[in-house]
């Protein structure tokens, strides 16, 4: 069929649905009116007022079907009737009685016969009132009979769920699945925390409690499967729900949290599995778009390491600001035609405004190059080496990329005009114990000395670490359960800071806004998670427990520590407009000595990994590495074929 005649046969359709409707509601009107006049004198109109009512009748009809056009009462769909539908019948008759009661008022002073237009005002009122519960409870009689009506095949047979949380999510999900039989679910009850709700009725379904008790409530229902319905539940107590369902042997599956909802991103009714980031759910940090916009609105903007976790989001999001050009630097071939791939999949970008250049950040010259030709206003450098077991086998390596790379960039960068330079830091920065924790807190004072003086503003940003990014805790985690086990902790006791992704970018993006040269931010990272607690989770949300996957220990690695810290030893802190973004004034040692760090650094072209250590000790004077935890050593495997440490 033709596209003209599909939007033919569409026409006609609306068109004969349109005057199906518009019949009903000139009945409805007349028949209310006629009635109206019968209640009003008892069922016998009085001689005086017949003429009256011969003329009234047509005029209050005919307003009524006019103004009902304008309110939309010919456009619903009956069968998906809601609160608007109703409202819209509402406002439609009460302008048409204030229309009315106007003529009535206002007749005789423009000539109007009074026959046509005085009728008794009881009798406006009457057919206002009985006009609306008639048009409201055809459209409630068609929802109930389409509600009631639906083929009843299976449904005998659907999974018996219940819905945690007897909230608004709760009853929009509950509605959703009573409209869609084919989602094979029958809801058997509510289960709420709040005592106020337990023994009530949300559509029709008995609302129980606690959650706590949610086994013997499913037993006693015969319920297969819960459904968790608290989008704004904090991740601890997600993760409290989960070890409830886990001991009551239900499957579960979970809404989006409130930041997804809120955002449009996801809806009520989209359930899936509950993954680790429902585990860790934060608080979305609320970033003023404005701003944002405006810095990087028209401007020429450069993201290295834009093909890793924080770099690919970073690009991503710029993209969504209107940059005039968007250069990439990733040394990752593969990395980088991902990202670029992303960019115009996802933000619609053409291939003129990006520019993908595979280099290596180490490599000045080329680096010297490309800052010429592309000039960035905005810099944002997230390229670096990350992972702390590596960090403590290749410290010249971490100690070339993280400190001296970095600084290098930054030089050249002001060189070739650039305005704003973001450096990406991270908490382990803090106290240093690992070669890659000191390597990024010496690029730290390598960016704030450049920044002395200079007209670039220099910039740094700390972050815990990101949930789910390449090389990280929980990607291994999920790699040895679906192996079978071990999961491997390096200490019983070990916690770390866990952010989104998304999250962290946020941080960066507000940072570039709110910077002043020689800054470094750090965002409010909220409750350590015990790593411990972490992969008991994952096993559990892999439908596994600790009999078929178990926990074994291999202690803490040299550069590992056993709790992140979120100040150095003399740092200072100040809050921001942000409440969850803080300035910390970390110490910072004097241009000259920085100078001459950077020339011995740069000059030693022997670099050995103990002159490397011992460059940033000479630097960061926090970098302390700590003695390996002999005691905690796992003696499940040998000293040479332990698992790759996690934490």
């Keep these: 069929m033709s596209r003209s005649r599909i939007r033919s046969f569409v026409r006609r359709a609306t068109a004969a649905r349109v005057l199906i409707l518009f019949a009903f509601h000139a009945v409805v009107f007349a028949s209310c009116c006629a009635f109206a006049w019968l209640l009003r004198f008892e069922f016998e109109i009085p001689g005086m007022f017949i003429d009256t009512f011969k003329w009234s009748l047509p005029i209050v009809t005919v307003t009524q079907l006019v103004v009902g056009g304008f309110f939309g009462f010919y456009r619903g769909w009956w069968r998906y009737v809601g609160i608007a539908d109703v409202m819209r019948v509402v406002y439609g008759l009460t302008f048409t ?20 237009i005085r009728s008794p005002r009881g009798v406006l009122l009457i057919d206002w009132a009985f006009s609306l519960l008639t048009l409201f409870g055809a459209r409630v009689l068609m929802r109930v009979a389409r509600d009631h009506m639906r083929p009843t095949e299976g449904v005998s047979a659907a999974k018996r769920v219940l819905i945690v949380g007897a909230g608004d999510a709760g009853e929009t999900l509950a509605r959703e699945i009573e409209h869609r039989p084919q ?10 925390d709040q005592r106020a709700k337990w023994g009530s009725q949300i559509r029709g379904i008995n609302v129980f ?11 006693s229902l015969a319920a297969e499967e819960a459904l968790i319905a608290i989008p704004s539940a904090p991740g601890r107590r997600l993760r409290e729900i989960i070890h409830d369902l886990m001991a009551a042997d239900l499957r579960f599956k979970t809404i989006p949290g409130i930041d997804r909802l809120v955002s449009s991103t996801m809806q009520v009714t989209q359930l899936r599995p509950v993954s680790v980031e429902d585990l860790l759910r934060r608080k979305e940090i609320e970033l003023p778009g404005d701003p944002v916009r405006a810095m990087f609105r028209g401007k020429r903007v450069l993201v290295t390491g834009a093909g890793g976790t924080i770099g690919s989001e970073l690009a991503m999001q710029i993209a969504y600001f209107e940059p005039a ?49 592309e000039r960035p206003d905005i810099v944002l450098h997230a390229a670096a080496h990350k992972h702390v077991p590596l960090g403590e086998e290749n410290p010249p390596e971490y100690l070339r990329n993280n400190a001296l790379a970095s600084r290098s960039i930054a030089e ?3 060189m070739h005009g650039t305005s704003r330079f973001v450096f990406i830091s991270t908490d382990k920065a803090i106290n240093p114990s690992s070669v890659m924790g000191a390597s990024k807190r010496a690029a730290e004072i390598a960016l704030l000395d450049a920044a002395r003086g200079g007209a670039m503003k220099v910039t740094v940003v700390r972050f815990g670490n990101v949930i789910g990014s390449s090389g990280s805790v929980i990607p291994l985690f999920m790699e040895q359960i679906a192996a079978g086990g071990p999961v491997t902790v390096t200490h019983p006791e070990v916690t770390r800071y866990f952010l989104r992704t998304s999250e962290a970018v946020s941080l960066v993006l507000q940072a570039a806004t709110l910077g002043d040269a020689g800054q470094i931010f750090m965002l409010d990272m909220g409750e350590p998670v015990k790593i411990l607690e972490l992969a008991h989770d994952l096993i559990r949300l892999s439908n596994r427990d600790e009999s078929e996957v178990s926990v074994v220990f291999v202690g803490l690695r040299p550069g590992e520590k056993l709790f992140e810290e979120i100040r150095l030893h003399g740092e200072s802190i100040r809050p921001t407009i942000h409440p969850r973004i803080v300035i910390t004034e970390a110490p910072q040692p004097e241009s000259g000595v920085v100078a001459r760090w950077l020339a011995a650094a740069k000059s030693d072209h022997n670099m050995t990994a103990e002159r490397a250590i011992a460059h940033l000790q000479a630097l960061v004077a926090e970098y302390r590495q700590p003695q390996p935890d002999l005691d905690s050593q796992s003696t499940l495997f040998p000293a040479d074929v332990l698992p790759e440490p996690v934490a």
């Design 412 to 414: 050249l960068s002001a």
């Design 97 to 116: 009685l204030a229309l009315l009661l106007i003529g009535w008022y206002a007749g005789p002073f423009l000539g109007i016969d009074p026959r046509f």
């Design 325 to 373: 050009k968007l250069a990439l630097v990733e040394r990752s071939e593969f990395a980088l035609y991902e990202i670029r791939k992303r960019l115009s999949r996802e933000a619609g970008w053409v291939t003129s405004q990006i520019s993908s250049h595979l280099l290596d950040v180490c490599d000045t010259h080329l680096l010297e190059d490309l800052l010429r030709r």
């Design 183 to 192: 989602l094979g679910m029958k809801i058997v009850g509510f289960v709420d």
């Design 209 to 219: 409690g606690p959650i706590s008790e949610i086994g013997i409530i499913a037993d």
